[in-house]
């Protein structure tokens, strides 16, 4: 299971060099993506204002749209298409498909944005079966009104990681992994010291997802790590228990 950063994403595909050699090596695999600098550029060329509500963005219903749009379209098309040409028989779909996924508004104020709460994994794993790929959009359904919902592509990943009961779980993104208050990246984290980076600010913006992502998953079993892009021979490591980038591991 992996989840692709939308920074690097969008940049090049080396973030997709890991998907195309796990794919190649035969193992069966999710990928989900990001694109949260690609909604902002879209949201800016379509003049859309944000307004924020104790420093938290909210979504209104156009952003709701333009995000499921702009993942779901464009950020999703293109990684697919990028891992069509590498050869990895890839299908685009997003978390609102099969009801993959199901979520609770966070907080009314903040409008469409919702915690994922449920993942029903069947159609994943249709097309695992099938020998496809899929390539998964964060968008989620909410539970009791079926609107749409906006998702955080880290948060999607850890859950469906932990209902597919995934080996292992790797987020890669524009940095190596968890950095310390010296900038140093942080070989392995447990929830302890990892909350304690949080509550002191070391951890914060788009690795705090990604570090609760990692901790959920790690708890119900999975193998999780956050790293730069890389390439099978990281990955084998990763599967072999050895450390990349962050790993985290469950509380003993
Ligand atoms: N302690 C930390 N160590 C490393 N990076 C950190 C830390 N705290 C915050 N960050 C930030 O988190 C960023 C990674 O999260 P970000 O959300 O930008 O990427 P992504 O999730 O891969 O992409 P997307 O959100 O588009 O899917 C880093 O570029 C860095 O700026
Ligand atoms: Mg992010």
Do not use: Q
């Not at 499921?68 to 990028?82: C, D, E, H, P, Q």
């Not at 597919?164 to 070989?187: C, E, M, Q, Y």
């Not at 997802?209 to 990763?238: N, Q, T, Y």
């Amino acid at each position: 299971m992996l989840k692709v950063g939308g920074s690097v994403a969008s940049d090049s595909d080396a973030a997709l060099d890991a998907v195309v050699a796990i794919s190649d090596a035969g193992h069966p695999l999710v990928v989900v993506h990001g694109g949260g600098p690609l909604v902002g550029e879209w949201a800016e060329r379509l003049g859309m204002k944000t307004r924020f509500v104790r420093g938290l963005r909210v979504t209104d219903p156009e952003t709701r749209d333009l995000a499921l749009a702009v993942l779901g379209g464009l950020a999703n098309g293109r990684v697919v298409a990028t891992l069509i040409r590498r050869g990895v028989p890839a299908v685009g779909l997003t978390g609102i498909d099969g009801g993959l996924l199901r979520a609770e508004r966070e907080d009314a104020e903040l409008g469409y944005v919702g915690n994922v709460t449920l993942v029903d994994s069947a159609l994943l794993e249709e097309l695992i079966d099938a020998g496809r790929v899929p390539v998964v959009a964060p968008a989620a359904l909410e539970r009791e009104s079926g609107e749409i919902l906006n998702v955080n592509g880290d948060a999607a990943a850890g859950a469906i990681a932990a209902s597919l009961g995934a080996r292992l779980l790797v987020f890669v993104t524009d940095v190596p992994g968890v950095r310390d208050k010296n900038g140093r990246v942080i070989a392995r984290l447990d929830a302890e010291r990892a909350r304690a980076l949080v509550d002191d600010g070391t951890i914060e913006g788009g690795m705090r997802p990604k570090v609760e992502a990692c901790l959920m998953a790690a708890a119900a079993g999975c193998r999780a790590a956050i790293v730069a892009p890389s390439g099978i021979d990281e990955i084998e490591r990763l599967l072999a228990g050895e450390e990349v980038g962050t790993v985290f591991e469950a509380a003993a």
